[in-house]
Structures are given as structure tokens and as C-alpha cells.
């Protein structure tokens, strides 16, 4: 703000905070007539008052209405530099704030639901936490907070975000390793230059009980802080199994809105929780039990994780189109998990606890069922460094919107395994104990052991023009170079292993926008997968390349309305040209010679149709199969693990009065498979949510319905074990401004 501009407003009282948001277009005469004003009024006579000409009245709102943003949320990093999505030559979803608030969705899993062509896995050899599929490919390493890799496996929580993202397609220019069906991003709440505090407490079914706050201070003109804070503890629809979790997100904002913005924030999550992997398989179908019939032992299994992630960014503004973004974050992640997979069994070992398969034609309550242990953990800490440059610029009669960058990532991690001489308890199938008693030394004889260590860096450079080659005509080049070095240290006598990749990345399209409302574009892109990935090496990954995949993507975005309603439509291929293959003719390489792809199409519509009705929905149909696999494994042909014929979502809100909101969702998932082999089968659902909502200017009251009608789904899926959704649940939520 000119020292002149802000002159002329102390004397009209506004403040430079006020300001800021608005940048009052003011000339001399205007500054003058602002001054004029500002005089006492002894200096003036009523004469000369009303001969003075009329100011226009200008109206300063420091606070926007959270739901006046609706359900197409806020522009997007998801592109590296803030973006509308009809500006992105790929598909691209944002659940908003609204949105997730409407629906209660109080989990990273819960929100996603909202998000087409995307299922989620259950408990996955020991694995936790958000185990999503996108595209029919796994997303497990694709998770990413503020646009910084977010690996680690735990349970993620939604009380400080801002909206979620997701990019779909390879994206490896954007955000390196990974990315095959696509990448989502976690949008963290910033510290706004306005006094405004809200909490609410949410009871509900299955002693649900949640308090949230949110919490946001000025403390002068360039410094404002946020606290954010959740307390959840809560039973489930599953006997004996409970979650207990808390959060804290501190954030600290200097000079928001000015050439000079620095952004200091810190996220910590505790979970405590009674890990559940469901029910297995009889006849490839989830055996037909009481959904609530849980077959773990809640006096022993557990799952604890600690998630701390301090983060400073600084960026500053040469001017409105040139700006340097730079990122440090340090993020530390602790896991200890003793779960239980159950199995039906002929027989159980009883000195190891090994399950023997169940051969039966039929069972009863009567028939054994085996728990198989799942104990391990770790402790992983990453230090992330990322600079962003953006700027506009004309070169050769053309405009081009450029952006460089670098990224350096630290990994440094532990994982170990829970073993234990002593065996978990058999039990049955109709006559479950899920507190039984056991051995004094239980718990004591667990020890941590097979401590595998890992360490890699990964340096990368990448850079991206946007060219406006023609009037309405833009195209995209981008390209980025990743080089990483990973070591592995196992225990005697396996011994050490290590791992360098250096990979190009692509990623161009081009867009036709005839109008501001309209965009055409295709697209390429390319995404890698190396063998370290993950934090994990054997004898055979060491010696193996990266997994390379591309995706080919036709579409178009319309905003409509006005543009309160934005309309995409996409038609695409993902596809892994050489995945890992085991072939016994080669005991020291995996073969990168298995192909397989997913085609489809996806249709999203999301906005406002008039000022009381709002609507998000979407579909996604898919046609996925292994073109190349191990026919050993039975995977030649197949539909890939998790991938449906078809998803959708839609969630829609009506005010029918002053107050009063009232709205329902639908959520629809194909069947999918639960194993490469296609035998074990995950049934189709629909499930239906209700919302009635009465806000007055301080306080609310929502109640939120689950599963009205009250069917059963299953939608955790693994080849083992399959996990049930909850049957109808009734949520009610007291809120308040402060």
C-alpha cells in the first residue's frame, strides 16, 4: 500500500488490515474527499456540509460467510502456483470446507468419499491408516499436506483443512515419485487477518463424541495466529472397538496479503485406537455374519501413532506476477500397531500360530477361526526443502506463465516387528470372546525385533511453461529430473542394500479457452515408481528399475450460471507399462515386464443452481485390466485389486427457509475384486446420508444421518479380509460463533 493510500485512510480511520483485503482503488481527488470527511465537524458549517458533493458509500467486510465460497472451494496449488481448476489440463476435484462440514466428515476417509473413481483398501500386511485406490491404482504414497509428501500410515483427521485436492492422472513433473492414478492434497488452515472463533460438539450413535475449535486472533496489523483443536473418543458399530484421537494446529501468519507473507504452523495428531481388519472371505464372498461380530482381541490389539509436522514458508512478491514460494518442513511419524486378521481355518498351529487353510463346503458358528497377528511399527522423520518460482512474462510475441523449482527430500526411518513366542487365541465363528483370558506375560513377551533401517535423499529440479501461442490457445511443457539414493540396512544375516535412480518426468497439454468459461484440453503425463518406494527393499527390487506409467487425457470445463456452477468432463487412459513381475527364471530381478491400464470416464458437477440450492456430484465409469502379468499368478487378463466398473457420488443442501437447511447425499460403488486372481469378490452398495441444519447468527444445530436406509456394505477391502460400513448412525452437532 503507497504511503500516500494509507496516509489519507488512518485519517479516515480504516486501518491497513481493513484495507489490505480490498485495495481501495484511491486517487487524489478521492484521498482529498476522504480527508475532507475526516475534519471535525465544528470546522464545517451544515451549509457547507450539504453543499459538499455525495461520496459513494464504500462498505468493508472484513469476514466472508464460509459457505459463500459453496462447494467449488478456493483456487488451488495443486498445479504448483494458485490456479483455478478449469485453468488445469487435468482432472481435478477440491472438497470444500462446506462440504465436509455438511457432511460431518470427520476423517481424511470420510471426506474422499465425495470423490469419483476412488475406493479404499482395509489392513494390508500389517499397513493402516488411509489406504486409498485412485484410478485402480494404489495411492498409499501419493498423499501430500500443503504439496509436501505426507507418506506415513496413520489415520488422518479433518479438523484443519481448509479443502482436500485431488489431481488424478501421473503427475511425477509435479510432485515426483508416484502419482500413477494421481496424487491428493491435504489444504491446511492459514491465520486470517480477522477476529473469529467457532466450536462445536458432536454426539451420536455408538457413544460418538467429538469437540472441535477453531480459534483465530489479530494480534496488530501484519500478525495474526490460529489455533485449531480436536478431541474425538468414540465407540464403533464393531463390538469392543474403540478410537480415541486429539489435535492441535498452532499457526502463526506475518504479513498476510503483502509483498512479505511468512507462514509458521505445527500439526500434532495422537491416536489410540482398537484396530479392526474385519471379516475374511468364504467362497470368494465376505462370510455372512451380524455386521457388529468382531473377531479381534480388544484386551490386546492396539494401535498408537503420533504425528508431529513443523512447517515455515516464505514467500515473497516481486510483484502481482512474479513470486518465490519457499517451504521447510520437518514431519515425524511414530507407528506401533498389534492388530488381528481373521481366517477361517481347519486346524491353528499351536506352536506358531500359522492358520491351515479352511477346506469346508459350508461352515457354522461351530467352525474355527484363527487370528492371525499383525504386529509391527516404526518411526519415520523427513526434512522437505521446496522453492517455487512463478512469474507472467511476453517473449517472442508470445505470453508464457513460468514456473521453476527445486525440491530436497531427507528420509530417515526404522520399522520393526512385534514378535512373541506365545500365539494369539483361536475362536469361533457364531461364539466369538473378544476379551479372553490370557497368559499374565502377554504382553511382556513381545519384543521389537527385525529392525530394519532406511535412508534416502531425492534432489529435484523441475520447470513448466504455460505458453499462450495464440489468442484462446495455450500450451503446457513441463519436466523434471529426480535422482535418488537409497540405503537399506537389515538385520544379520541379510545384510545392507542400496538404490540410485535418476528419472525424467513430462508432463504438456494443450488447452483451447474460447471464452472465460470454457476450457478444451489433452493431456499427457508420465510418473514413476521406484523400487524403493515406500520404505522398502528385498534382494531382487535392489537390482531393479523404476515402474513407469503415463496418462492420456481428453476433456473439458465449463463454468456455468454465472459461474457458480463448474461442469468437467474427462475421458482418459492410466496405464503402467512395466510393472514388477516375478519370474522364477530370475531370482535376482524382478522382470519389469507386466503391463496393465484402466480406461474411463468421469463427469463432475459442482456449485450453487440458485442462491438455495447447492450440489456436488459426480461418476466415474472404469474399465481396468492386466495386459501383461505372471500367468503363474493368475493375473493375465484380471481386473486389477479394488477397481470397479463404477462409482458416484452426489450430495445436494436446500434452504426452504430463513435458517434452515436441509440435504442428502448418495454414494454408489461397483463390485470389485479383492485378489489379482479375481476369485474373492467385494459386493456392489448404495448408501444414503441425510442433513437437517438450523444456524442462527451465533449458534447451529445439525443432525447428520448415515446409512438411512440401513444396508449393508462392505467397503474396506483386502485379499484376506473385507470390512463392513456402518449400518444407519445418527450424528447431532451444537456449534457456535464467538
Not at 466450536?199 to 467429538?210: D, N, P
Not at 512479505?260 to 464372498?285: H, T
Not at 481355518?345 to 461351530?366: E, H, K, L, M, Y
Request: with cysteine; net charge positive.
Amino acid at each position: 500500500m503507497q504511503a500516500n493510500e494509507q496516509k489519507y485512510l488512518n485519517q479516515a480511520g480504516i486501518s491497513s488490515r481493513t484495507a489490505r483485503g480490498i485495495r481501495l482503488p484511491i486517487n487524489g481527488l478521492a484521498a482529498a474527499s476522504i480527508a475532507l470527511c475526516a475534519l471535525p465537524a465544528t470546522a464545517q458549517t451544515t451549509a457547507q456540509v450539504t453543499a459538499e458533493a455525495t461520496l459513494p458509500v464504500v462498505t468493508v467486510k472484513d469476514e466472508r460467510d464460509r459457505e459463500t465460497a459453496g462447494y467449488q472451494g478456493e483456487k488451488t496449488r495443486i498445479g504448483k502456483t494458485p490456479q483455478l481448476a478449469k485453468d488445469i489440463p487435468q482432472s481435478v476435484t477440491i472438497i470444500s470446507e462446506q462440504l465436509i462440514r455438511e457432511r460431518n466428515a470427520d476423517t481424511f476417509k470420510e471426506a474422499l468419499r465425495n470423490v469419483a473413481g476412488l475406493t479404499f483398501n482395509a489392513g494390508e500386511g500389517g499397513r493402516i491408516g488411509d489406504n486409498i485406490t485412485l484410478r485402480g491404482y494404489s495411492a498409499v504414497g501419493d498423499l501430500f499436506l500443503d504439496g509436501i509428501r505426507d507418506i506415513a500410515q496413520y489415520n488422518r483427521d479433518t479438523f484443519n483443512y481448509e479443502q482436500i485436492e485431488v489431481l488424478r492422472g501421473s503427475a511425477s513433473m509435479l510432485f515426483g515419485r508416484g502419482s500413477t492414478g494421481g496424487v491428493i492434497n491435504q489444504v491446511s488452515k492459514k491465520a486470517k487477518p480477522v477476529d473469529i472463533n467457532e466450536a462445536a460438539l458432536t454426539v451420536g450413535s455408538f457413544q460418538y463424541k467429538r469437540l472441535v475449535a477453531d480459534l483465530n486472533k489479530v494480534i496488530n496489523d501484519d500478525l495474526s495466529f490460529r489455533l485449531n483443536f480436536m478431541n474425538t473418543d468414540t465407540g464403533t458399530f464393531r463390538n469392543d472397538v474403540k478410537q480415541r484421537r486429539w489435535g492441535v494446529a498452532p499457526t502463526l501468519t506475518w504479513g498476510a496479503g503483502t509483498s512479505d507473507e511468512v507462514n509458521l504452523s505445527y500439526f500434532y495428531l495422537q491416536e489410540n485406537n482398537i484396530p479392526d481388519f474385519g471379516v475374511p472371505y468364504f467362497q470368494g464372498r465376505p462370510i455372512n455374519v451380524p455386521i457388529e461380530r468382531y473377531y479381534g482381541l480388544a484386551n490386546a490389539d492396539y494401535e498408537r501413532n503420533q504425528t508431529g509436522i513443523a512447517t515455515a514458508t516464505y514467500t515473497h512478491l516481486f510483484s502481482n506476477d512474479t513470486a518465490l514460494r519457499t517451504t521447510l518442513r520437518k514431519a515425524d511419524y511414530d507407528r506401533d500397531l498389534r492388530a488381528t486378521a481373521p481366517r477361517l481355518a481347519n486346524s491353528v498351529n499351536a506352536a506358531t500360530g500359522a492358520c491351515n487353510a479352511f477346506t469346508g463346503t459350508s461352515f457354522t458358528d461351530a467352525t474355527l477361526l484363527c487370528r492371525q497377528r499383525q504386529a509391527r511399527g516404526s518411526a519415520e522423520h523427513t526434512w522437505t526443502l521446496q522453492s517455487d518460482y512463478s512469474t507472467k512474462l511476453q517473449a517472442a510475441g508470445m505470453k508464457h506463465e513460468v514456473l521453476a523449482g527445486f525440491e530436497y527430500l531427507n528420509e530417515d526411518a526404522s520399522r520393526f516387528t512385534n514378535t512373541s513366542a506365545l500365539v494369539n487365541p483361536s475362536t469361533t465363528v457364531g461364539n466369538v470372546n473378544t476379551m479372553p483370558v490370557l497368559p499374565a506375560n502377554f504382553d511382556a513377551s513381545f519384543q521389537r525385533t527385525a529392525y530394519n533401517f532406511y535412508k534416502a535423499h531425492t534432489a529435484s529440479l523441475y520447470g513448466q511453461d504455460t505458453i499462450e501461442f495464440l489468442p484462446t490457445w495455450k500450451a503446457l511443457f513441463g519436466a523434471r529430473f529426480d535422482s535418488m539414493k537409497a540405503d537399506y540396512d537389515r538385520p544379520a544375516p541379510a545384510g545392507p542394500l542400496s538404490r540410485n535412480d535418476n528419472v525424467w518426468s513430462w508432463r504438456t497439454g494443450l488447452m483451447h479457452q474460447p471464452s472465460k468459461t470454457t476450457t478444451y484440453y489433452v493431456s499427457y503425463g508420465t510418473s514413476f515408481n521406484p523400487s524403493a518406494e515406500l520404505y522398502q527393499l528385498d534382494n531382487r527390487t535392489a537390482n531393479t528399475p523404476p515402474e513407469k506409467s503415463r496418462n492420456i487425457e481428453v476433456g473439458a470445463k465449463w463454468e456455468l450460471l454465472n459461474g457458480d456452477m463448474s461442469v468437467r468432463t474427462a475421458l482418459f487412459r492410466s496405464e503402467k507399462t512395466n510393472e514388477r513381475n516375478t519370474d522364477v527364471a530370475s531370482p535376482d530381478i524382478y522382470l519389469l515386464s507386466a503391463k496393465r491400464h484402466t480406461d474411463g470416464i468421469e463427469l463432475e458437477g459442482v456449485g450453487r443452481i440458485n442462491a438455495k440450492w447447492d450440489v456436488f456430484s459426480n461418476v466415474a465409469f472404469m474399465n481396468a485390466k492386466v495386459d501383461e502379468g505372471s500367468s503363474s499368478a493368475g493375473s493375465f487378463g484380471k481386473i486389477p485389486i479394488n477397481t470397479p466398473k463404477y462409482t458416484y457420488s452426489l450430495w445436494t443442501t436446500y434452504k426452504p427457509a430463513p435458517g434452515w437447511k436441509v440435504g442428502g447425499g448418495l454414494e454408489g460403488v461397483g463390485a470389485r475384486w479383492a485378489n489379482s486372481t479375481n476369485t474373492n469378490e467385494v459386493p456392489s452398495y448404495q448408501r444414503v446420508d441425510a442433513l437437517v441444519e438450523y444456524a442462527a447468527k451465533k449458534y447451529s444445530l445439525k443432525l447428520n444421518v448415515f446409512n438411512l436406509l440401513n444396508k449393508t456394505y462392505y467397503e474396506g477391502v483386502y485379499a484376506g479380509h473385507v470390512l463392513p460400513g456402518t449400518p444407519r448412525a445418527l450424528q447431532l452437532t451444537l456449534g457456535t460463533k464467538f
